[in-house]
């Protein structure tokens, strides 16, 4: 009689954990890290060959789902669903409305006529802050206003001119006649 063992099936390996970077305004792709990785194991993404774990992880990842598997060596395979989010948006130039100074006021005013909601603003090149309640009040002459969004992506600029302050009329001259 001969007796024979069968081996235990083997285990599948550890489902990948991974850490995401998602696009930005500026990088309009994503990358993928594998944060459990082990020696031994081959990696694949989207149902690519397996391979080693790349140094880096994963780069230049399109948004959108994706499938992360890790193989062992007996051929046992994990995987994890990923979804690396969409590119934010750029938001749309403002449009703006100047009035321009008078007679009794040096200072015009700049008003923003678009959406303000969920934006901060840079007026000639200062740090982005919330649209001021009355608009801006600047000397005469070019300005330029950028927007910004919670993602940080930004707009084109708008540039207006503010017109310079009128000249008063010239003093009447008079001729008196006793």
């Known amino acids: ?21 998602d696009p930005t305004c500026a990088v ?23 391979g080693r774990y790349p140094a880096a992880g994963y780069t230049g990842i399109t948004p959108g789902a994706h499938v992360i598997t890790v193989k062992n060596a007996a ?3 994990n995987s994890t669903n990923v979804n690396i989010a969409a ?17 009794t006021g040096t200072t015009g005013t ?12 840079s007026i000639d090149g200062s740090t982005y802050a919330a649209y001021p309640a009355g608009g801006y009040t600047v000397p005469p002459g070019a ?25 008063a009329p010239a003093a009447p001259t008079l001729n008196v006649v006793d």
């Open 110 to 121: 700049i008003t923003i006529t678009s959406a303000t909601a969920g934006l901060t603003f």
């Open 1 to 21: 009689v001969a007796n024979a063992t069968i081996a235990d099936v083997p285990a599948a390996p550890e489902a990948p954990t991974t850490t995401l970077t």
């Open 143 to 167: 300005h330029s206003i950028i927007a910004q969004n919670a993602a940080g992506c930004t707009s084109a600029a708008t540039n207006v001119t503010v017109a310079d302050v009128p000249n």
């Open 75 to 77: 051929g046992c395979t």
């Open 28 to 50: 309009p792709t994503g990358s993928i890290q594998v944060t459990n990785t082990a020696a031994g194991l081959t990696y694949s993404i989207d149902g690519g060959q397996f």
């Open 87 to 103: 590119v934010p948006t750029v938001p749309a130039a403002p449009t703006l409305n100047v009035v321009d100074p008078t007679c």
